[in-house]
C-alpha cells in the first residue's frame, strides 16, 4: 500500500473530529439546501463515507493507523457501557420474536447466498470462482462466510479449517470490508428513510416506539445540567467497567485456551468476543441500580460520541477503490450480499417486521459487536443494547453457519 500523506494519528484524529463537527454542524444548520440534504441522506452515513474519501484518496490509512483498534477495544465498550446503563431490558424483551426471526433470516441468507453467488457466477464465467488446492476460490469464501455471520474468531477459524492460502485470505479480506461497509452503508441510509419503508412493509412499530418514547420521558424526569463531577463520575463508570472487562478477559481466555480449548469454535477463545460480553453484562446489571440515573446527566450522549468517533474509524479502514483491483471477486460478493438483502426484504414483508429488525439482524451477522450498535443507534441511542444482543448470537453459530455454507460452496464451485 502508498504511504499515506499522513500517518500521525494525533493528526488523523483530528481530521477525524473535524469531519464529525462539519457534518453535525450541518445537519443543525437552518441553511434551506442542508436542510433538504440531511432528509434524505443520515448524518451517521456521512460520519462513515467521508472518512473513507480520505482513505481511498491517500490522505490517511485505515491501515496504518490504530485508531481503530483504540476505538473498538476502549471507546465501543466505554460507549456500550453508557448506552446500556439506562436501558429497561424488560421492555427490550418486549420487542418480541420477529427480532430474532430476521437475525436468523439474516444468518440463511449468508449461508445460501454464498454457494448460490457461486453457481450463479460459475455458469455465466467457470474460470472467475475456479483455483485449485489452497488457491481455490470457494475455499477463500468461506473466510467471507465466517466473517459475515460470526466475526474475526470464526474467519480466521475458517482459514484453518478450509486451508485457505495467505495470498487468498489476503483478497478476500478486502471483498469482505468492502462489500460488507457498502451494504451498512444502505443500512444508514435506509435508518434515514425508516418510516417510508416500514409502511412498504407494513410493519407494527408499535413496540419499538412504546421503547423510545419511555426512554425519553425517563430521560427527561431525571435531566439536569451536569458539573465537572457528574461528567468525571460518568467517564469512571464508563472506562472503569472496562477496565474491568478487559481484566477479566485477560484471564478467561488463556484459560479456556488451555482447559476447553474445545470451545474455541464458539468463539470462547476471542478476547474481543468476552470483552463486549461482559462490558455489556455488567452494565446490564447496573441497569437495575442507582447507576441507572447518570442517563440524567448525559450518559448515552457521552457514549454516542464515542459510537461516532468508532463509526469514522470503521470509514477509514474502507478504500472503495479496492473494488476495481480485484471485481470478478467483487462480483461474486455483491451477488451474495444481494441474496441476503433481498431474503431479509422478502420475510421482513412476510411477517410485517420493522425495518430495524431487518438491519440490526443483518448488521448483527454481517458487521458483528463493532457496528450492530451503530445501526442501532442510528434509529434511536436506546436501542443500541438490541444491536450487541444480536451480535453476541451471531458469534455463537458464526462457525457452525460458515462451515455449512463452506462445504456448499465446495460443491457450487465448477
Not at 500521525?8 to 462539519?22: E, H, S, T, Y
Request: hydrophobic share 55%; net charge positive; aromatic share 12%.
Amino acid at each position: 500500500m502508498t504511504k499515506p500523506i499522513i500517518t500521525n494519528d494525533a493528526v488523523v484524529l483530528g481530521i477525524l473530529l473535524g469531519i464529525l463537527a462539519f457534518v453535525f454542524r450541518t445537519a443543525k444548520s437552518n441553511n434551506p439546501f442542508w436542510k433538504k440534504f440531511y432528509t434524505y441522506v443520515p448524518n451517521l452515513l456521512l460520519c462513515y463515507f467521508i472518512p473513507s474519501i480520505f482513505n481511498s484518496l491517500g490522505i490517511i490509512s485505515g491501515e496504518k493507523s490504530k485508531l481503530y483498534f483504540v476505538a473498538s477495544r476502549y471507546l465501543l465498550p466505554a460507549s456500550l457501557v453508557l448506552l446500556t446503563i439506562s436501558i429497561d431490558l424488560k421492555e427490550i424483551m418486549k420487542l418480541g420474536h420477529k427480532a430474532l426471526v430476521m437475525f436468523l433470516t439474516a444468518t440463511a441468507g449468508i449461508v445460501l447466498g454464498g454457494p448460490l453467488a457461486i453457481l450463479i457466477t460459475a455458469f455465466f464465467a467457470p474460470e472467475l470462482v475456479g483455483g485449485a488446492g489452497p488457491d481455490a476460490v470457494w475455499r477463500g469464501f468461506t473466510t467471507v462466510a465466517g466473517s459475515w455471520i460470526g466475526g474475526g474468531a470464526n474467519q480466521a477459524a475458517m482459514k484453518e479449517i478450509f486451508a485457505v492460502s495467505d495470498h487468498l485470505f489476503s483478497a478476500m479480506i478486502t471483498v469482505d470490508v468492502i462489500v460488507a461497509n457498502i451494504w451498512m452503508a444502505f443500512l444508514l441510509y435506509g435508518s434515514g428513510i425508516g418510516q417510508k419503508l416500514d409502511r412498504w412493509l407494513k410493519a407494527d412499530t408499535g413496540a419499538i416506539a412504546e421503547l423510545k418514547r419511555n426512554m425519553e420521558e425517563y430521560r427527561s424526569q431525571i435531566m439536569r445540567i451536569p458539573d465537572l463531577t457528574d461528567t468525571i463520575t460518568v467517564m469512571t463508570v464508563a472506562f472503569g467497567i472496562t477496565a474491568v472487562a478487559h481484566f477479566m478477559s485477560d484471564r478467561i481466555v488463556p484459560w479456556i485456551g488451555s482447559y476447553a480449548p474445545g470451545l474455541s469454535k464458539f468463539s470462547l477463545t476471542s478476547e474481543f468476543f468476552w470483552l463486549v460480553v461482559l462490558a455489556t453484562s455488567l452494565a446490564l446489571a447496573l441497569s437495575f441500580t442507582p447507576i441507572r440515573r447518570l442517563e440524567g446527566i448525559g450518559a448515552s450522549r457521552y457514549g454516542s460520541l464515542f459510537l461516532y468517533i468508532l463509526v469514522a474509524t470503521i470509514g477509514m479502514k474502507m478504500d472503495i477503490l479496492a473494488i476495481f483491483e480485484s471485481p470478478a471477486l467483487f462480483l461474486v460478493g455483491i451477488l451474495w450480499m444481494g441474496f441476503h438483502a433481498g431474503l431479509l426484504l422478502l420475510v421482513a414483508k412476510l411477517i410485517r417486521a420493522p425495518f430495524f429488525f431487518l438491519a440490526v439482524g443483518s448488521q448483527a451477522n454481517v458487521g458483528g459487536a463493532a457496528s450492530a450498535p451503530i445501526v442501532a443507534s442510528a434509529f434511536h441511542p436506546s436501542l443500541a443494547p438490541v444491536g450487541v444482543l444480536l451480535a453476541v448470537l451471531g458469534y455463537a453459530v458464526g462457525t457452525y453457519g460458515a462451515w455449512i455454507c463452506g462445504i456448499m460452496m465446495q460443491f457450487a464451485s465448477p
